[in-house]
């Protein structure tokens, strides 16, 4: 069984800031990565996702993550954040079949 | 990506009401279709799984009799809540299967029960 950590629930950022939303995991087998985000009464939308390779994901929105493994963590981040960055952000695991949700980190960004 | 299209986004209905949720994947064959419910401020719950042509399967602790799942087609699947609560008001979201190297989603339905 895989299991998801976001220990952040909230994160408020300056707008033009970096900013990094943690995520760790646990599981007994090899997993893929993702992290999701969603905007208020929406669905959720793939930012990035770790498969294999190069441990250093880059995604859309410039956002990008680096799978740890030895730290099983694989952290969320963005070198300068958006006001239209304020959402809900999950991280996700796989064993390739069934999915696991983190609790979410809801990122605000302030003017 | 695949497209999920799920309907209604909005629904309000009256207590003891049924309401019928739709999901269809339009360019993907979903053998299999995952039902998460949302509650605010929370992450993704598992509700159910629907598998085509035979019968969902439900998380523990997930009434089925209420939850009514169909999946008759590799195109769509349904969620129907049936006498509906105030407790049931929640953010339903579909997501086609089999899930593989990534998950797609639908836009969700807000279900407000009065």
């Known amino acids: 069984a895989q299991s998801v950590t976001q220990l952040d629930s909230q994160v408020p950022v300056f707008e033009e800031a970096p900013v990094e939303l943690r995520c760790n995991y646990s599981s007994s087998v090899s997993v893929y990565l993702f992290w999701y985000v969603q905007y208020p009464n929406q669905g959720l939308q793939l930012l990035l996702k770790?498969?294999?390779?190069?441990?250093l994901v880059k995604g859309i929105n410039g956002f990008e993550a680096e799978f740890n493994k030895s730290q099983t963590s694989f952290h969320l981040r963005k070198p300068s954040v958006h006001i239209s960055d304020t959402a809900e952000y999950f991280c996700?695991?796989?064993?390739?079949?069934?999915?696991?949700f983190g609790p979410g980190t809801r990122l605000s960004v302030l003017p | 990506g695949a497209v999920v299209s799920q309907h209604p986004s909005r629904v309000i209905c009256k207590s003891g009401t049924s309401v019928k949720i739709e999901c269809r994947s339009l360019d993907f064959q979903a053998t299999t279709m995952f039902w998460y419910r949302q509650f605010p401020k929370q992450s993704l719950m598992l509700m159910a799984t629907s598998n085509e042509g035979s019968k969902a399967t439900y998380e523990q602790g997930v009434e089925k009799d209420k939850f009514l799942i169909n999946h008759a087609s590799l195109t769509l699947s349904t969620l129907t809540v049936t006498s509906a609560h105030p407790e049931d008001s929640s953010f339903y979201i579909c997501s086609p299967g089999p899930m593989n190297t990534e998950a797609f989603f639908g836009q969700g339905t807000r279900l407000t029960v009065v």
């Open positions: 770790y498969l294999s390779g190069s441990t």
């Open positions: 996700a695991v796989s064993d390739g079949q069934n999915f696991v």
